[in-house]
């Protein structure tokens, strides 16, 4: 099972800060696992088509699209940070 809690705007878009999945076989990258959140539902889809840009943290490290995922991981999505 994996553990993906979303941000920020993008918290607010999916309606939810956070989720619980069996990672599907054959999904093995944050890339992947984004593409296959967002089969699965139809506001989730929309908020992480909204929000193209994202930070990514696994187990509280920053990571990319291209990290590696298993079963057990926390995966962080969030809007890129900016201020000023």
């Known amino acids: ?4 809690r979303f941000f ?3 918290r ?10 069996d990672l599907p076989e054959g999904v093995s990258t944050v890339a992947q696992l ?4 967002a089969t699965t539902d139809v506001a989730l889809a929309k908020a992480l088509e ?11 490290v920053l990571g990319n699209e291209d990290s590696l995922v298993e ?9 890129p940070v900016t201020g000023g």
């Open 1 to 4: 099972m994996v553990q993906v």
């Open 8 to 10: 920020a705007a993008l």
């Open 12 to 21: 607010e878009r999916a309606g939810r800060d956070a989720i619980q999945v």
């Open 34 to 37: 984004v593409d296959w959140l």
């Open 50 to 60: 909204a929000t193209p840009r994202r930070m990514v943290a696994i187990n509280e």
């Open 71 to 79: 079963a057990g991981d926390v995966v962080a999505l969030f809007p």
